[in-house]
């Protein structure tokens, strides 16, 4: 590894105004990077800083940290601008030896930039799903996805999915795949008493399927309640968490019309240190997306030894490897055969799984991926 501390720029935005999936990855990189190589200098670049975020890093007395922010009234008034356009100029001004886009985007005009440039590539379901995007996003996303993907030095994946999408759509056939963990938090068991409280202050039933993601048509939560009600278990409830969108309205109609509002549970304001017990509380975590391109949730689920089902589909099978059940809830007599069997089946063993997403591991494929 390069003997001297490098100077390395990170597109932080995310980090600090994001509370779920591009967020938690910008603030898992970081932190990650903190803790592990802590010598070197690490620029977080980012156009507003939400309250909620301000101070998500890790208080590490050895690492330097510099948060850059628009100075110039222009550039505070169009922040946008300023993180799109301005930044190249900035990279060089600041002298610094990597830029690393970490949420799917480079700045326009980063070929002026004389450092290394680095791209993060999330997904790519824009493409394979268009009709879960309305025309608009669909064109900004191919223009900002592509433009990254070709000037990039080097293209990070957050699975073989996704790398298999960036040759299928973007013609990138040299991207690196490199995973992620989930939160420090999912991996500490919270003591009995603190369990018991959380299910108590959700009012949740002692035996549930608990299913953790943002209400949306891709994540077919619908489906699985439809599933769900068709199973007709006597004593298992299911439990829903995930961010209010308009799409929970067709969940929350089906669920009233079918008088299931005893045996099914919405919770959309759960916060995120009170995940992990609602993990250990349940009787088996189900995740059965159409797509992801990565599906941190199941990271979270082997962390807290839960059972779990995923779909069948995409990255899932991926993370997943051999130690959880897959169905799709579309087969309701397959996903009631796969729950019957988690229910029944002995505690999980997910530890050699969870080896390929262990944080200091990543770190160093990371740190490799730069200093190559």
């Known amino acids: 590894m390069n003997a001297q501390p490098l100077r390395i720029g990170l597109d932080a935005k995310r980090a600090f105004t994001n509370g779920t999936g591009l967020g938690n990855y910008a603030r898992f990189v970081i932190n990650g990077l903190l803790a592990n190589y ?3 200098h690490y620029y977080l670049i980012t156009p507003r800083i939400s309250e909620a975020y301000a101070n998500f890093y890790q208080n590490i007395s050895n690492a330097h940290v510099t948060i850059v922010t628009p100075t110039h009234f222009f550039e505070k008034m169009f922040p946008g601008i300023w993180r799109s356009f301005y930044l190249p100029s900035l990279l060089n001004k600041l002298d610094l030896d990597i830029y690393h886009g970490l949420s799917n985007e480079l700045p326009f005009g980063i070929n002026q930039f004389k450092g290394l440039k680095v791209v993060t590539i999330h997904d790519l379901i824009f493409k394979r799903y268009p009709q879960y995007y309305n025309p608009i996003d669909r064109f900004i996303y191919q223009q900002k996805f592509a433009y990254a993907a070709k000037h990039a030095n ?3 994946a957050t699975s073989k999915q996704t790398s298999e999408d960036l040759a299928t759509y973007l013609g990138q056939t040299k991207s690196v795949v490199t995973y992620q963990n989930c939160l420090p ?3 500490e068991k919270p003591l009995a008493a603190a369990i018991e409280k959380t299910v108590q202050i959700y009012q949740l039933p002692p035996t549930f399927m608990l299913s953790v993601g943002t209400f949306e048509p891709r994540k077919r939560q619908l489906e699985l309640v439809q599933t769900f009600n068709q199973m007709n278990h006597s004593h298992l409830h299911l439990v829903l968490v995930g961010k209010r969108t308009t799409y929970l309205h067709a969940i929350e109609t089906y669920i009233t019309q ?3 509002s005893h045996k099914v ?4 304001n759960v916060q995120t ?3 992990p017990a609602l993990y250990h509380a349940a009787s088996v975590f189900v995740y059965v997306s159409e797509f992801e391109g990565f599906g941190i949730p199941l990271i ?3 962390r807290c030894g839960v059972p779990i089902i995923a779909a069948p589909t995409s990255s899932l ?3 997943g490897g051999d130690v959880v059940w897959y169905a799709n809830p579309t087969n309701t007599g397959i996903f009631e055969q796969k729950v019957n069997q988690a229910l029944l089946a002995p505690k999980p063993d997910y530890s050699k799984q969870l080896q390929l997403f262990e944080t200091p591991t990543l770190m160093q494929q990371l740190m490799h991926c730069y200093t190559q």
């Open 300 to 302: 979270e689920a082997m």
């Open 317 to 319: 099978v991926e993370v």
């Open 258 to 260: 079918h008088r299931l």
């Open 185 to 187: 938090v999912f991996s």
């Open 154 to 156: 080097m293209v990070l």
């Open 273 to 275: 240190n009170d995940l």
């Open 265 to 268: 549970h919405v919770l959309t």
């Open 38 to 40: 802590p010598q070197h």
